[in-house]
């Protein structure tokens, strides 16, 4: 068990050094940090000296061990439009983005398994027909187009729900979080049903299909030929057969609920990392871009080893006979 | 009395270029604790009339006609409830490639207790005592170490003996075994009919025996019976169907079986092939191949009929 999951921690290293060596890159190669520091009048010396200091004068590996060490610390530098250190300006930010993905992810899974279920057991009922439809429409309709229908029927028409920010939060430690508060609970529906929407008719078109496959097979049968009654068949042997390549694309699903926040948090002004990476790139701001992208690098790196452990817990025929692998 | 009683059972697929007849009057009865083979060639329906008797006609295939009765109450018509309470308690299954009946996900011995909690009114304690006691009963060695096992760790003759402990757990009456040992190395095939004989005979557990291979029909059963494009076309005493049969096709099938000490694996070859079932040819389904056939044979189809000590669906046994 913990040998597997070193190898994991070992396959995911060479990721993590690809996506470092393009943040990397990025930092070094596109625009000019010096001149966006310096701004429009410095002498040579002036330039010199900030080269100097910033080590762009260095060779390329050695800037990129050094680049490398500091990540490795979650330090990245100062950001060039708020002139804070990076790392502060993300962990001010994680707590808005992470509580509106797991909120996302909660919805989409507890909504979109049991419709998964419901339709792939009955296939032909006028509620399945309905789903298939729903799902349909949350699969094409662009996120920003759902989240800006919802405003417009939620708070401008009926007024019930607010349209942007996080409410009212409560600060825990460094997190700040808007579990606690009615208004903070109000400003996630939202958002949240926005950004969850999408993998939550693609998850429930997933175990449809899936479940559909499985109460095709012989186990199944042999389970009906046994008299196990109908709850135990579609629940347990059923459903648990399901969720095997289910829990894959769930997970890297979830990872993308993560990423892709940008366009939600975009929509509804949440000011979580994906709107400031989304400032950052507006402005060229090229330390929060570069360790955005390394920080979502390592939640997929992350949500991939936690998946393979759940798959490991599920299926017992990966557990045995392979050398504890 | 019998214990299954099968009359006139007639199963229809109704399809988009018109109704399929997989099964026509299918007549037979099988007494408590007798063993009943059913030979025929693939797609004759041996497969479908047993699928009939549990009450898992795969959908849209459904009884058209006739009935089925256990114990003389009829079981066709009941509610998915009433007869899934049979299942597994008064009928038990197996099927043919025990690497795909198990769930993988789920231990041998969690399978076996929960379906003698389902039937039985015992606990789970007493139903995983039991489920060692049925494991060392067909024969898996270390059943107590090993009922926490999942079915990949077993290979496929133990499995299939995993198999037989699940489809009889519960005690049921009647077994419906469609080509146990089919799937199943050759070498391991003989004892797999040999430890499913004895418990049947053991417990007093009647069965409805599908297989391929006549040396086993002729070692195992009590009575057989021949089918041949859904239907019946002989029954009768095991001895006297090996030996004598009456009807052409049963001939042919027999044709081949040596002295009852020799065993014979596969059906002897008989020219031409069994119909389809959107092509089934009047009269006597099996005239375009039968070597005896007359002009009554194209015309007017035979029923079961009394043919020395068999039953045949011949016109050449027409009193
Ligand atoms: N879903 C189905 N739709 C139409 N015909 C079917 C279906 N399933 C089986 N059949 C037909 O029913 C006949 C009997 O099949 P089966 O009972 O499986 O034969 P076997 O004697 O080999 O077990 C075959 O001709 C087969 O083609
Ligand atoms: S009825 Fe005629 S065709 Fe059919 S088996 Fe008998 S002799 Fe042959
Ligand atoms: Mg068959």
Redesign the pocket.
């Given at each position: 068990m913990l040998a597997f999951i070193i190898s994991r921690l070992l396959q995911a290293l060479p990721v993590m050094f690809t996506v470092s060596l393009i943040s990397f890159a990025m930092f070094a190669y596109v625009g000019d940090p010096v001149a966006i520091m310096l701004g429009q009048d410095y002498t040579v010396a002036q330039r010199d000296a900030l080269v100097r200091e910033l080590g762009l004068d260095q060779p390329f590996f050695v800037q990129f061990g050094t680049f490398l060490g500091n990540a490795v610390q979650g330090e990245f530098g100062l950001s060039y439009r708020l002139s804070r250190p990076v790392s502060d300006l993300i962990l001010e930010r994680a707590p808005a983005t992470l509580e509106l993905a797991f909120t996302a992810a909660i919805l989409a899974l507890a909504v979109g398994v049991p419709m998964g279920v419901y339709t792939g057991l009955y296939r032909n009922s006028w509620l399945s027909r309905f789903f298939l439809t729903f799902s349909l429409i949350g699969v094409s309709l662009p996120t920003f187009l759902i989240g800006i229908l919802l405003i417009l029927t939620f708070s401008v028409w009926l007024g019930w729900l607010p349209s942007f920010g996080r409410g009212d939060v409560v600060q825990l430690g460094w997190w700040s979080t808007g579990f606690l508060t009615w208004s903070g609970l109000k400003a996630l529906i939202l958002p949240s049903i926005t950004l969850g929407l999408f993998q939550l008719t693609l998850i429930m078109r997933l175990v449809r299909s899936e479940m559909m496959e499985v109460l095709r097979t012989d186990y199944i049968k042999f389970a009906r030929a046994r008299g196990l009654p109908n709850r135990a068949i579609h629940f347990g042997h059923a459903l648990k057969n399901t969720l095997v390549p289910v829990i894959t694309i769930a997970g890297l699903q979830l990872g993308g609920i993560i990423a892709f926040a940008i366009v939600t948090e975009t929509v509804f002004q949440w000011p979580g990392m994906g709107l400031l990476f989304i400032q950052s790139v507006g402005a060229a701001d090229i330390p929060i871009m570069a360790a955005y992208l390394m920080l979502i690098a390592l939640v997929f790196v992350t949500i991939n080893l936690v998946v393979d452990l759940l798959y490991y817990a599920v299926d017992p025929r990966l557990r045995i006979g392979r050398g504890g692998h | 009395m019998s214990l299954l009683d099968v009359k006139n059972l007639r199963v229809e697929?109704p399809?988009r270029r018109g109704t399929?007849v997989?099964?026509d009057d299918v007549s037979f009865s099988i007494a408590p604790g007798e063993i009943l083979g059913v030979v025929?060639?693939?797609?004759?329906?041996?497969?479908?009339?047993?699928?009939a008797i549990i009450g898992l006609l795969?959908p849209?295939?459904r009884i058209a006609g006739g009935e089925i009765r256990l114990d003389g109450k009829r079981i066709d018509n009941l509610p998915y409830e009433e007869m899934r309470r049979i299942r597994g308690r008064q009928i038990g299954a197996i099927f043919q490639d025990p690497l795909t009946t198990l769930n993988p996900l789920y231990t041998i011995g969690r399978q076996l207790a929960e379906t003698m909690t389902t039937h039985l009114p015992i606990g789970p304690g007493e139903a995983r005592e039991r489920a060692i006691g049925w494991l060392e009963l067909v024969g898996i060695p270390a059943a107590r170490e090993r009922i926490d096992s999942y079915p990949h760790e077993f290979s496929g003759g133990m499995r299939q003996r995993v198999v037989i402990a699940l489809a009889l757990c519960a005690e049921p009456r009647l077994i419906v075994a469609?080509?146990p040992t089919t799937a199943l190395d050759v070498s391991i095939q003989a004892q797999v009919i040999a430890l499913l004989k004895s418990l049947a005979r053991e417990k007093g557990t009647a069965m409805m025996l599908?297989t391929h291979d006549m040396g086993v029909i002729a070692e195992t059963a009590d009575r057989v019976a021949v089918?041949y494009a859904?239907r019946i076309v002989e029954i009768g005493p095991v001895r006297e169907v090996v030996k004598h049969a009456n009807h052409p096709y049963a001939q042919g099938l027999m044709g081949s079986i040596p002295p009852l000490d020799r065993r014979v694996d596969r059906l002897q070859q008989i020219d031409g092939a069994m119909p389809?079932?959107s092509a089934i040819p009047p009269g006597c389904a099996y005239n375009p191949r039968c070597p005896q056939a007359f002009d009554r044979c194209r015309v007017q189809r035979p029923e079961l009929m009394p043919a020395g000590a068999t039953d045949a669906a011949c016109w050449l046994h027409a009193p």
């Open positions: - | 697929f399809t399929l997989a099964l025929g060639e693939s797609g004759a329906g041996k497969s479908m009339t047993g699928a795969e849209p295939g469609d080509e599908v089918m859904g389809r079932l």
